[in-house]
T-cell receptor, first 113, second 118 residues
Framework: KAGVTQTPRYLIKTRGQQVTLSCSPI?????VSWYQQTPGQGLQFLFE???????NKGNFPGRFSGRQFSNSRSEMNVSTLELGDSALYLC????????????FGSGTQLSVL | AQTVTQSQPEMSVQEAETVTLSCTYD???????LFWYKQPPSRQMILVIR??????QNATENRFSVNFQKAAKSFSLKISDSQLGDAAMYFC???????????????FGKGITLSVRP
């Protein structure tokens, strides 16, 4: 069974631009969660999507948004990039219907110049 | 809101020795899950071990075991017979039970960098 796939692995953008990150969950998983990892703040929860609906959201500005498609693949979008958005963005997938394990992808490293 | 604290930023252990990584958490919930995740240089978060709060027995997975003290809100990870491949960043994480609401959110500690000396 293929694992969680995140694309691209690395991304370099400049301030003010926007970016879209992609996450393909494990087959059969309906929940996709996104996390931001930085050296200063650690791992912070962004949002979770389940069956195309956002069901939980972290404390991030509206510039951070996401969506989930009918095949459970998810995208995360950050608009008007700031230097502080430079981070590793991780996504995790699970069945989402019980207290089961989360499986993580290898992340997308975003650098904002 | 729940918080997870890992107060040791770095630890070092000799190969084949035993090391214990500490974690404390704060919650008002009675039903929850605790995890230890490993993040090697490849950056992928790998689940090491999981503990259900309603279980009194400490979880074990091969060389990895936990010491779960619910009253003290403490959840430490013991790695026995440390191997070079154990070198990584380790994160303690908390997740609410689904009976508090349907979500898969994890709250992480800041992490600890473990180095293994040959």
């Amino acid at each position: 069974k293929a694992g969680v796939t995140q694309t691209p692995r690395y991304l370099i953008k400049t301030r003010g631009q926007q970016v879209t990150l992609s996450c393909s969950p494990i087959s059969g998983h309906r929940s996709v969660s996104w996390y931001q990892q930085t050296p200063g703040q650690g791992l912070q929860f962004l949002f979770e999507y389940f069956s195309e609906t956002q069901r939980n959201k972290g404390n991030f500005p509206g510039r951070f948004s996401g969506r989930q498609f009918s095949n459970s693949r998810s995208e995360m979008n950050v608009s008007t990039l700031e230097l502080g958005d430079s981070a590793l963005y991780l996504c995790a997938s699970s069945l989402g219907t019980a207290n089961e394990k989360l499986f993580f992808g290898s992340g997308t490293q975003l650098s904002v110049l | 809101a729940q918080t997870v604290t890992q107060s040791q930023p770095e630890m070092s252990v000799q190969e084949a020795e035993t090391v214990t990584l500490s974690c404390t958490y704060d919650t008002s919930e009675s039903d929850y899950y605790l995890f230890w995740y490993k993040q090697p240089p490849s950056r992928q978060m790998i689940l090491v071990i999981r503990q259900e709060a309603y279980k009194q027995q400490n979880a074990t997975e091969n060389r990895f075991s936990v010491n779960f003290q619910k009253a003290a809100k403490s959840f430490s990870l013991k790695i026995s017979d440390s191997q070079l491949g154990d070198a990584a960043m380790y994160f303690c994480a908390y997740r609410s039970s689904m009976r508090y609401g349907a979500n898969s959110k994890l709250t992480f500690g800041k992490g600890i960098t473990l180095s293994v000396r040959p």
